[in-house]
Every structure is written in C-alpha cells, then in structure tokens.
C-alpha cells in the first residue's frame, strides 16, 4: 500500500495490493471526517484541493485489512 507525493497540496495516488473495492477516509486533526471515497482499482487518485493545509490521516479499509496514513496538505 502506497500513498504519494506527500507531503502534497493537490491529490493523493494511493497504490493497492490487490483488486476489489476499498474505501478511503480522511480525517483531521480532531477525528472528523473531511473526505470519503471509493477506490475501485489498484491504482487510484483522491483530490484533496478542497482541505486545508495541515495534517490528516488517511485510512484505507478493504474487506480483510486496513491501514493508516498520515498525509500532509501543504
């Protein structure tokens, strides 16, 4: 599981493992959720023009793992 370019001020290429549908969450620095979208290949993209600069976690959930991230908006 790879998430790049980070630190970033556009989107996030996130790079799976495997095939199947998988979700990706990003909370801020207070656990809200600010962004949520399906990843339906192995090799997607998420905008995130729309957040602030700071730092978030992404969590990416499939049916038999999960993993987190954390990702800087410049």
């Known amino acids: 599981r790879q998430v790049y370019p980070n630190p970033t001020k556009d989107f996030l290429k996130i790079s799976l493992p495997e095939r199947g549908t998988f979700e990706a969450v990003i909370y801020d620095s207070s656990s809200k959720i ?41």
């Open 34 to 74: 600010v962004l949520r979208q399906s990843l339906k290949s192995q090799q997607s993209e998420i905008s995130i023009n729309g957040l602030n600069p700071g730092i978030y976690i992404l969590r990416i959930q499939g049916d038999k793992w999960e993993s987190s991230h954390y990702v800087v908006k410049k």
